[in-house]
T-cell receptor
Framework: EVQLVESGGGLIQPGGSLRLSCAAS????????MSWVRQAPGKGLEWVSV???????YYADSVKGRFTISRDNSKNTLYLQMNSLRAEDTAVYYC????????????WGQGTLITVSS | DIQMTQSPSSLSASVGDRVTITCRAS??????LNWYQHKPGKAPKLLIY???SLQSGVPSRFSGSGSGTDFTLTISSLQPEDFAAYFC?????????FGGGTKVEIK
């Protein structure tokens, strides 16, 4: 059974850093495109970043230069390193797996809440 | 970026009702449109992919249609477990973009 479990959320001050983790089971993270998606309070969903199976990475303009997506194949875990955090980064962050060979997501985690506030 | 306009943002319906939700893309996305159900505190669930393909395990009362810029999710007979939020996702090109969501509430 495919499962994605995010962790690492919490309250962080503006300008701070945080690393989110997404532990995967039931499949191999490095064999799929994996993304982070976020939803700010009361707002719609926003795609944040993707890492392809080959290792290429892409980012939304809103986080480019501040966030880094990566994976640890030995731990079958996806990460999102978030630096220079801003109030507008406050959101529930989801990791999601793309269906093999496609971009759409077939599995999501339950999300982890990041609150950026002083 | 491709803008996705979803409507309505909310609706009230009764068990057994037929419900229709639409998503419109700002440019053609062929059939790269996907529908999800999202309940509070849970992982979003894929319902329909490729505009009209039913994800395995999803009840047949859910269906999708459309291509190009206009797409529809239909629930043929609303069940108690269907009261939730629904959103669309275009997977034609990056950045992937989402509709604003539709909250289906009990009338």
């Amino acid at each position: 059974e495919v499962q994605l479990v995010e962790s690492g959320g919490g309250l962080i001050q503006p300008g701070g850093s945080l690393r989110l983790s997404c532990a995967a089971s039931g499949f191999i993270v490095s064999s799929n495109y994996m993304s982070w998606v976020r939803q700010a309070p009361g707002k719609g969903l926003e795609w944040v970043s993707v890492i392809y199976s080959g290792g290429n990475t892409y980012y939304a303009d809103s986080v480019k230069g501040r966030f880094t997506i990566s994976r640890d194949n030995s731990k079958n875990t996806l990460y999102l390193q978030m630096n220079s955090l801003r109030a507008e980064d406050t959101a529930v962050y989801y990791c999601a797996r793309s269906y093999s060979g496609s971009y759409f997501f077939d599995y999501w985690g339950q999300g982890t809440l990041i609150t950026v506030s002083s | 970026d491709i803008q996705m306009t979803q409507s309505p943002s909310s609706l009230s319906a009764s068990v057994g009702d037929r419900v229709t939700i639409t998503c419109r893309a700002s440019q053609s996305i062929s059939s790269h449109l996907n529908w999800y159900q999202h309940k509070p505190g849970k992982a979003p669930k894929l319902l329909i992919y490729g505009a009209s393909s039913l994800q395995s395990g999803v009840p047949s009362r859910f269906s999708g249609s459309g291509s190009g810029t206009d797409f529809t999710l239909t629930i043929s007979s609303l069940q108690p477990e269907d009261f939730a939020a629904y959103f669309c996702l275009q997977s034609n090109s990056f950045p992937l973009t989402f509709g604003g969501g539709t909250k289906v509430e009990i009338k």
